[in-house]
């Protein structure tokens, strides 16, 4: 989503020399790698859409994968980006070398640019968990970020491991097609309860034809997820948070009826502590009779299945593991190297850290869209790409414009703002006690701490004193 966001606005700037490089043999990232059963995004389609490119065609308010992969694949091609990618080029290392990037790929090609621009995402690698015996497993078991769809699941004994939002979907749409459903749960997980509307022709023929009224549902929805959902999470005392832990017990209370069922799904940690998933048919699907919630820990996996530490042995036919990403190796694991041999890893000793999650002291002319700290916990990421990649534009204009050969953030400015951010995640929803993929090494959370407007505020115009300029050569 963001190389092509880049990619689009960088021809709109008038730089045409440029190349979008694709690890991959087709675009889309995430949309592309996840095609579980019940993939869908949870923020509002109309929201999750381009500035610049309205959808009037979306199916439901929160669209499924499918229909966002097509949405993606459409904008590039609409814009002739398709043309500017080279797929099927993983990219290993990247080193700054007199003045420029020396590129390095998994083919063993070759590039030498100006400007980098990373586009990565923070969702791509996926976590297997190591458990003993998972080699041994004589049914099917895959992550779900690789679904197997050469493997039937029509009335066969299903196991999901993980109950977050890919779980959740995976179990509400599966149950019914399914034999049996185990689901493990090592954390039980907030739910709020997510009404996902359809779009009647009606509707979007207006859409076609009035422009304007998408901008207006677009305004309204933003509008509406911005108070109700984003800006509440960075007060752990604000009424918008005690709304939403309301809501979620709420949801608990009145879909589980048996009370034995309800204590073991409810959470020990405050909502939207760890990532809220937001759906409709879980606590439904979990208590249909050919679905079991596990709860015992997982001693190890077995030729016939799942064995937890009460001696049960679950047999299964098919295992997922739900288990999410690696979300902290942004860039990782290429080799990336910058100024007098400073190496990412040594930037990142003992987390990772930027300036505004774009810049990076002694990385001169180096760019990252998403980058730590960027806002992945409570905004929509098409909206952050899209004010990030602006912001990142008049980095490389000023560059342009002066003459000089590098720009990059100052060592004081980027020890500043990521002490603000440390001061500000204090206050935050996501300190109050849990374990969460947003939390790094050291328990800091790795998003953003400040409201949807400071967030465009801040990012609206650099401040030019943070920033080091040196001449070209």
């Given at each position: 989503?963001?190389?092509?966001?880049?990619g689009?606005?960088?021809?709109?700037?008038?730089?045409?020399?440029?190349?979008?490089?694709e690890?991959?043999?087709?675009?889309?990232?995430?949309?592309?790698?996840?095609?579980?059963?019940?993939?869908?995004c949870?923020?509002?389609?109309?929201?999750?859409?381009?500035?610049?490119?309205?959808?009037?065609?979306?199916?439901?308010?929160?669209?499924?994968?499918?229909?966002?992969?097509?949405?993606?694949?459409?904008?590039?091609?609409?814009?002739?980006?398709?043309?500017?990618?080279?797929?099927?080029?993983?990219?290993t290392a990247?080193?700054?070398?007199?003045?420029?990037?020396?590129?390095?790929?998994?083919?063993?090609?070759?590039?030498?640019?100006?400007?980098?621009?990373?586009?990565?995402?923070?969702?791509?690698?996926?976590?297997?968990?190591?458990?003993?015996?998972?080699?041994?497993?004589?049914?099917?078991?895959?992550h779900?970020?690789?679904?197997?769809?050469?493997?039937?699941?029509?009335?066969?004994?299903?196991?999901?491991?993980?109950?977050?939002?890919?779980?959740?979907?995976?179990v509400?749409?599966?149950?019914?097609?399914?034999?049996?459903?185990?689901?493990f749960?090592?954390?039980?997980?907030?739910?709020?309860?997510?009404?996902?509307?359809?779009?009647?022709?009606?509707?979007?023929?207006?859409?076609?034809?009035?422009?304007?009224?998408?901008?207006?549902?677009?305004?309204?929805?933003?509008?509406s997820?911005?108070?109700?959902?984003?800006?509440?999470?960075?007060?752990?005392?604000?009424?918008?948070?005690?709304?939403?832990?309301?809501?979620?017990?709420?949801?608990l209370e009145?879909k589980?009826?048996?009370?034995?069922?309800?204590?073991?799904?409810?959470?020990?940690?405050?909502?939207?502590?760890?990532?809220?998933?937001?759906?409709?048919?879980?606590?439904?699907?979990?208590?249909?009779p050919?679905?079991?919630?596990?709860?015992?820990?997982?001693e190890?996996i077995?030729?016939?299945?799942?064995?937890?530490?009460?001696?049960?042995?679950?047999?299964?036919?098919?295992?997922?593991?739900?288990?999410?990403?690696?979300?902290?190796?942004?860039m990782?694991?290429?080799?990336?190297?910058?100024?007098?041999?400073?190496?990412?890893?040594?930037?990142?000793?003992?987390?990772?850290?930027?300036?505004?999650?774009?810049?990076?002291?002694?990385?001169?002319?180096?760019?990252?869209?998403?980058?730590?700290?960027?806002?992945?916990?409570?905004?929509?990421?098409?909206?952050i790409?899209?004010?990030?990649?602006?912001?990142?534009?008049?980095?490389?204009?000023?560059?342009?414009?002066?003459?000089?050969?590098?720009?990059?953030?100052?060592?004081?400015?980027?020890?500043?703002?990521?002490?603000?951010?440390?001061?500000?995640?204090?206050?935050?929803?996501?300190?109050?006690?849990?374990?969460?993929?947003?939390?790094?090494?050291?328990?800091?959370?790795?998003?953003?701490?400040?409201?949807?407007?400071?967030?465009?505020?801040?990012?609206?115009?650099?401040?030019?004193?943070?920033?080091?300029?040196?001449?070209?050569?």
């Amino acid at each position: 989503m963001s190389g092509i966001l880049a990619g689009i606005r960088l021809r709109e700037a008038g730089i045409d020399d440029f190349v979008i490089y694709e690890k991959a043999h087709d675009l889309g990232g995430t949309w592309r790698d996840n095609t579980y059963p019940g993939l869908a995004c949870d923020v509002p389609s109309h929201v999750y859409s381009y500035s610049f490119a309205p959808n009037p065609e979306w199916s439901r308010r929160f669209s499924p994968g499918p229909e966002i992969h097509r949405y993606l694949t459409r904008t590039a091609e609409e814009h002739g980006i398709r043309e500017r990618i080279v797929f099927d080029r993983e990219a290993t290392a990247c080193s700054y070398q007199d003045g420029r990037w020396q590129l390095e790929f998994a083919d063993g090609s070759r590039d030498s640019v100006d400007f980098v621009i990373t586009a990565v995402g923070v969702l791509h690698h996926p976590n297997m968990p190591e458990i003993e015996g998972a080699a041994s497993f004589e049914g099917a078991l895959f992550h779900s970020a690789r679904w197997d769809h050469s493997v039937p699941i029509e009335g066969r004994r299903v196991g999901v491991i993980g109950t977050g939002s890919t779980a959740v979907q995976i179990v509400s749409a599966i149950t019914e097609k399914v034999e049996t459903l185990t689901l493990f749960q090592r954390t039980a997980q907030w739910i709020m309860p997510g009404q996902n509307p359809a779009y009647s022709e009606d509707e979007k023929q207006r859409y076609r034809e009035d422009p304007a009224a998408i901008d207006h549902l677009r305004t309204e929805l933003d509008l509406s997820f911005t108070r109700q959902f984003s800006d509440a999470l960075i007060g752990s005392e604000s009424p918008g948070m005690k709304r939403i832990e309301e809501m979620t017990r709420q949801h608990l209370e009145a879909k589980v009826l048996d009370p034995e069922l309800r204590d073991r799904l409810r959470p020990d940690y405050r909502a939207a502590c760890k990532r809220l998933v937001v759906a409709d048919g879980f606590y439904e699907a979990i208590q249909q009779p050919n679905a079991a919630l596990v709860t015992e820990e997982i001693e190890c996996i077995e030729p016939a299945g799942v064995r937890t530490r009460d001696g049960v042995l679950h047999e299964l036919d098919v295992l997922v593991f739900a288990t999410g990403f690696r979300a902290h190796d942004f860039m990782r694991p290429m080799r990336i190297t910058g100024r007098a041999g400073k190496t990412l890893d040594e930037a990142w000793d003992p987390t990772p850290r930027a300036y505004r999650s774009v810049s990076m002291p002694d990385f001169p002319n180096f760019f990252m869209i998403v980058g730590p700290h960027s806002p992945v916990g409570n905004f929509s990421l098409i909206e952050i790409s899209e004010i990030q990649v602006g912001y990142i534009l008049k980095l490389i204009e000023r560059v342009r414009e002066s003459g000089s050969g590098e720009i990059c953030a100052r060592p004081e400015a980027t020890d500043r703002f990521n002490a603000s951010i440390r001061e500000a995640m204090k206050g935050t929803i996501w300190v109050t006690g849990c374990n969460s993929w947003y939390l790094d090494a050291n328990g800091i959370p790795a998003t953003w701490p400040f409201t949807v407007q400071t967030f465009r505020d801040e990012m609206a115009e650099p401040d030019w004193a943070d920033f080091e300029t040196i001449p070209a050569a």
